[in-house]
């Protein structure tokens, strides 16, 4: 884990709001790429946001990029260019909370903070055999006293690491490594032989599922991108324009709406290119993605933040959600030359 071989706080803030709900494996390689470009807090402030997100594309839960943005300028402005070394002062900047202030507070700055994440929370519930649901705010409270009650004074920022790459390495959610376990003579769960019953949650409701009509949309050798407003659900990338399926609608009548009403626009579909499915954190989407030719209308963000007419190799300096990148993938396989060939319907 390249973070445990840095003592810079910004590098240690970069990696504690990547790995937020985020595998390790999938950090890695996103954490050098993004100091490779943003080197320093510094470079984050000046950096243009899209630039931000583009390097964070793929990642997901956008809203910490945007963030972290948002929190450079504000060290920058504020702290002379430094982090602040408290957890009180962390927790000002825009997207900090309890966790993050106290995991840079205590790694970065020896601070006596405890952590907890969803690794510590496994840890302390399988450890002590929490029976609470782990979701809930009095199991909560009782955690963190927990987790502040072990922390040893002075050391809080190599117990901390320890305990949330315990929970990564070791004490994962199924099939936990209890024979390695430097816990397991004291773990109260590993003695009860019910490690995988503990953390205890609340049964997941049903998760809904969207449907939506997409259009790649062209005017000569250009195609027609446009970007999400900043708040909310993505917000601040590019997309290939669309709208929600409502009952009683077909896809394709979605996509033409959605261009009326995003962008003031009328298009006619040609066929479909692909269907996409895809999955967040709380629901799943279908992108039913049609071939379109403009038709009339001028074009104007009504819907959106921006909007733009760009040629297909130019798409790549766009930053995309993943359902859109794939929506580039079955694009790439009808473009030669700069020119649109006929959309034949396939699935991504």
Known sequence: MPWRRTADPYAIWVSEVMLQQTQVATVRSYY???LKRFPTIGALARAPLEAVL???QGLGYYGRARNMHAAAAVVSQQFGGRLPRTAAELRRLPG???YTAA??????FGADEAVLDGNVIRVLARGFAVRGDVGKSATQRRLW???SALVPPGRAGLFNQAMMDLGATVCTPRRPQCGSCPLRTICR??????EEDFPRKAPRRPVPHVDMGTAVTWRGGRVLIARRKARGLLGGLWE???????AGQTPGRAARRAMAEQLGIRIRLTEPLATIHHAYSHFRLTLHVFGGRYVAGRC????????RWVRPAELDDYPFSVAHLKILTALRGTVAGGRAKSYRGKNV
Request: charged share 20%.
């Open 300 to 307: 104007r963000a009504i819907g959106c933040e921006a909007f």
């Open 103 to 108: 995991a840079v507070a205590s790694i970065a």
């Open 96 to 98: 900090v909370g309890r």
């Open 54 to 56: 583009k390097v964070w």
């Open 32 to 34: 050098r790429r993004f």
């Open 240 to 246: 290939f324009p669309g709208g929600t399926v409502a």
């Open 189 to 194: 769960a590993h003695r009860m032989g019910k």
């Open 145 to 147: 006293a927990l987790a």
